[in-house]
């Protein structure tokens, strides 16, 4: 016979036998990875602090202080600082400081990034724009914003309006590049097929370039959210009616190392928090990833 | 519809390309083609022979540098509702679910929310996929996006299909299962098909005709008068062979 069939192994079980039971392995398997993701984690801050700690130890009071008398300064402060009230803050903690400094970075970065988003995906597709775009932003990217800063408080006063326009203007720069790179990137098979249902340019704005980007949008999101603590609170130091970075301001004045410590881990705390709630939100927005 | 006359006319299509290096590729050279309404037109060729360029004119896609297309009588100037269009690569939207996709050309239209997830579950239905209407793309095969897509098209209903090799990326029993499902909605919809495809058995599978395109021109065109669904048997009489060899012939095999 020309197709003879040859003899059968022994010993191999049919398949349904021996992948009995691999969903609740790969949910374990993925309970598993998510658990050593957040171990290794752990173990970066944990490192973290005990180079502090470290070099805390070796070092006198009035230059660096212990992770643990920077917390405790932080406590003690958070609601109200006697300390401050010297300096014409009036009644306020860190806290309450640092709440004007996030409802201005959250303010800024809605405004200048819903702007920036829009300029930056449209003059991916439409030349015109993007040649009058695109000099004016690579200009304004890269002369630093932190120039603009006196004039901004010089133009406007020390009114939050200042730091939010700041932030605002920063952010439009910044996503303007990443949303017009984002547009760029995506494959253009997409918006052909939405062509040849009869899509209209707005129409393919809206259900393809945007639902299409955002997964790259939300990437330069975090990137310019994560600068945009630190311009906020220059700005602040600058000139500012409120805000931790006017905290900063008078403990530096009064050469306080806990407070100002206590200061950058308020700072860097609410900066994570923020970047962690935009990365859970983005991937329920971006369920499809 | 009068069945004698063209659903779709090409004269003298003419199109070149500027390569980088500067040289020009002539990509169609004045092709003439009349298309009838319910044929099911299968553009046979190797790769690089002009077949996707031929098919994006007739979308819209792409315009030609001379000559005129005409589509029911109109000339064409751009994509249209009148021309569905499969593409090569895989096109269903990663953003939407599954019955969204589907739904997606409805949207242009007058048609309520509603009623365009209801058809679009009818469609879902045809292709057999109305299990993962809620799912995302990505948790599909390349075979189940490819039924999306055709089930897309299909719930757009327009009176011409374009498909460019869309089945050119399955595997083997994955494809023959596809050109049935096409096949079938063809069928019942009775809607003129373009089809491209480098698949000497397919082309005979499906083709109520077949032309074969070659250099940017069309080498051959023939009319497949067998019933369907065909069988591979019927494709294997000593008349169908000595056309799959004359096919084999003009795309470079013997
Ligand atoms: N955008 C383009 N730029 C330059 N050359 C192109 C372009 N599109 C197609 N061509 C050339 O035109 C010829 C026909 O291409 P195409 O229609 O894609 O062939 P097929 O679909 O039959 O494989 C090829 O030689 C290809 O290299
Ligand atoms: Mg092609």
Redesign the interface.
């Known amino acids: 016979m020309r197709f003879r069939q040859m003899p059968r192994l022994s010993g191999s079980a049919p398949l349904g036998l021996r992948t009995a039971g691999v969903d609740h392995r790969a949910n374990q398997a993925k309970f598993r990875q998510d658990l050593l993701n957040g171990l290794y984690t752990g173990a970066g801050i944990a490192l973290f602090f005990a180079f502090w700690w470290l070099t805390a130890s070796q070092l006198p009071r009035s230059r660096l202080v212990t992770p643990l008398e920077a917390g405790q300064d932080l406590w003690a402060n958070f609601v109200y600082s006697p300390r401050l009230g010297v300096f014409g803050l009036g009644s306020v903690g860190y806290g309450t400081l640092l709440l004007y400094t996030v409802s201005n970075v959250v303010t800024g970065m809605i405004a200048g990034g819903a702007v920036g988003i829009l300029i930056g995906i449209a003059s991916a597709r439409l030349t015109l724009l993007r040649l009058v775009v695109n000099p004016i932003v690579l200009v304004l990217g890269t002369v630093p914003v932190l120039v603009a800063a006196p004039l901004f408080l010089l133009w406007f006063g020390v009114v939050p309006f200042t730091q939010v326009l700041l932030v605002a203007f920063y952010s439009a720069v910044m996503m303007v590049l990443f949303s017009q790179r984002a547009a760029e990137n995506m494959n253009p098979i997409y918006e052909r097929w939405a062509l040849t249902f009869g899509a209209g340019l707005t129409d393919r704005v809206r259900h393809i370039l945007i639902p299409g980007t955002v997964p790259e949008i939300i990437g330069g999101l975090r990137i310019t959210l994560a600068s945009a603590w630190g311009l906020e609170i220059f700005a602040e130091i600058l000139g500012a009616p409120s805000g931790i970075g006017q905290a900063i301001k008078a403990l530096t004045n009064i050469s306080n190392v806990p407070g100002l410590l206590a200061c950058v881990i308020i700072v860097a705390a609410t900066a994570i928090l923020t970047d962690i709630l935009l990365v859970v939100l983005a991937r329920r927005i971006t369920g499809w990833v | 519809m009068d069945r004698d006359k063209p659903i779709l006319a090409a004269r003298d299509l003419g199109v070149s390309f500027l390569r980088a290096d500067g040289s020009a590729v002539v990509a169609l050279r004045d092709v003439c083609l009349e298309v009838f309404p319910g044929e099911f037109l299968c553009i046979l060729g190797r790769s690089g022979h002009g077949k996707t360029t031929l098919l994006n004119i007739v ?3 792409l315009r030609a540098q001379h000559g005129e297309l005409r589509v029911m009588d109109r000339l064409v100037t ?4 009148d ?3 499969i ?1 090569q ?3 269903v ?5 599954v019955e969204e996709n589907v739904a ?2 409805l ?2 239209r007058n048609i309520t929310k509603r009623e365009r997830l209801e058809i679009a579950r009818e469609h879902l239905a045809l292709v057999g996929l109305s299990s993962v209407a809620r799912a ?3 948790e599909l095969s390349g075979g189940m996006r490819a039924r999306v897509a055709i089930a ?1 098209v299909f719930a ?1 209903d327009p009176p011409i299909l374009l498909a460019d090799e869309p089945f050119g990326a399955l595997d083997y029993v994955t494809r023959r299962q596809l050109q049935a499902v096409l096949r079938d909605l063809w069928r019942r919809t009775g809607k003129t098909v373009l089809f491209v495809t480098h698949d000497v058995d397919e082309a005979m599978m499906l083709g109520t005709r077949v032309i074969v395109v070659k250099n940017g021109g069309i080498a051959e065109d023939r009319i497949i008068d067998l019933p369907m669904p065909r069988s591979d048997d019927d494709i294997a009489t000593p008349e169908g062979l000595a056309l799959k060899h004359l096919f084999l012939h003009h795309i470079g095999l013997e």
Not at chain 2, 78 to 81: D, E, Q, Y
Not at chain 2, 93 to 97: D, E, G, Q, S, V
Request: proline share 11%; aromatic share 22%; net charge positive.
């Open positions: 979308a819209g896609l751009g994509p249209g509702t021309r569905g269009v593409f690569q895989d096109a939207f990663p953003w939407m679910r997606f050309g949207r242009f995302w793309p990505r897309a757009n």
